[in-house]
């Protein structure tokens, strides 16, 4: 069975920078399309970011577009989402997940998933 572990959540100001990583384990994630998701306090689990198995296909929710960048390290098995310019509607727990279908903004498809981390934003 695979497993992801999130790290890198934290309390930071409004326009600073948080680097979150998620390491995947027990199993080769690098023929996994990976993704990042959010869900803040009462609302719904959104799509934040994706990366394909193959390096150059990221994808991103408009609301994070030019201000997060998704990269992932097949040889390390991890995938980082580098948050820049933070708003505090960023606040959220962010989510890694894994796919073996084609990257995609529905969390549905997603089979498998990690415990989240916390990012807080403070205005």
């Known amino acids: 069975q695979g497993q992801l572990v999130e790290s890198g959540g934290g309390l930071v100001q409004a326009g600073g920078s948080l680097r979150l990583s998620c390491a995947a384990s027990?199993?080769?994630?690098?023929?996994?399309?990976m993704g990042w998701f959010r869900q803040a306090p009462g609302e719904e689990r959104e799509f934040v970011a994706a990366?394909?198995?193959?390096?150059?296909?990221?994808y991103y929710a408009d609301s994070v577009k030019g201000r997060f960048a998704i990269s992932r390290d097949n040889a390390k098995n991890t995938v980082d989402l580098q948050m820049n310019s933070l708003k505090p509607e960023d606040t959220a727990v962010y989510y890694c997940?894994?796919?073996?279908?084609?990257?995609?903004?529905?969390?549905?498809?997603?089979?498998?998933w990690g415990q989240g981390t916390q990012v807080t934003v403070s205005s």
């Open positions: 997940a894994a796919n073996v279908g084609p990257p995609s903004i529905r969390a549905e498809v997603y089979g498998y």
């Open positions: 990366i394909g198995e193959s390096v150059g296909g990221t």
């Open positions: 027990g199993r080769t994630f690098s023929n996994y399309n």
